[in-house]
């Protein structure tokens, strides 16, 4: 993402939230190498220092800021901070409640014209459920295919809700 603004010569800063402890699908070792990626010392996960030697590596020092918080607690700052963001973009928790929690905490936050992004839609029905609640109760479209989704703020078409399918058709 820093890559792409930079290409298209927007003045961005991506504000990083996330614990870097880890989901229960680390924990749990649900794909291969996930809880190796941990890097549990003592216990304790080192995550952070594999995403900040990623920034380093890939030279975004410049535009990114981590804020290693709950991504409920971030929500706060960032409201208290006055910072409205025209991106969001949403891959934390992937059980329904948590993942309905952040969109409606992080929709409230979003600038007017902002969008809402969201990962894992469709792959995991956790994140999916709470994107089509979501919308729902906003009545706002949301579009959808194999593992993102989005929901803008700003007028776009129809208001109508589009949910994507497993086989890409929308329903
Ligand atoms: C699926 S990983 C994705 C991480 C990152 N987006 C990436 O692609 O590398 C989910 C991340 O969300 C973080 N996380 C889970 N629940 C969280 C919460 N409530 N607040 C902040 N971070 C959370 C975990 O620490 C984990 O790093």
């Given at each position: 993402m820093a890559a792409l603004t930079k290409a298209l010569g927007l003045d961005t800063v991506i504000i990083c939230v996330d614990?870097?402890?880890?989901s229960p699908e680390h924990y749990l070792g649900r794909g291969e190498g996930w809880r190796e990626s941990?890097?549990?010392r003592h216990g304790y996960p080192h995550l952070y220092f594999t995403f900040l030697s990623n920034v380093i590596r890939h030279d975004h020092v410049d535009c990114i800021v981590p804020l290693p918080s709950t991504s409920e607690n971030a929500a706060y700052i960032l409201k208290e901070k006055g910072i409205k963001p025209d991106l969001v973009y949403i891959d934390a928790a992937h059980e329904e409640e948590p993942a309905y929690r952040d969109i409606k905490a992080y929709w409230e936050l979003l600038s007017p014209d902002g969008v809402l992004i969201g990962d894992d839609y469709l792959s995991w029905e956790g994140v999916t459920r709470a994107a089509q609640r979501f919308a729902v109760e906003v009545q706002r479209p949301i579009v959808g295919t194999w593992g993102k989704f989005a929901i803008s703020r700003g007028e776009v078409g129809e208001p109508s809700i589009t949910f994507a399918t497993r086989s890409g058709q929308a329903s």
């Open positions: 614990t870097w402890l880890g941990l890097l549990l």
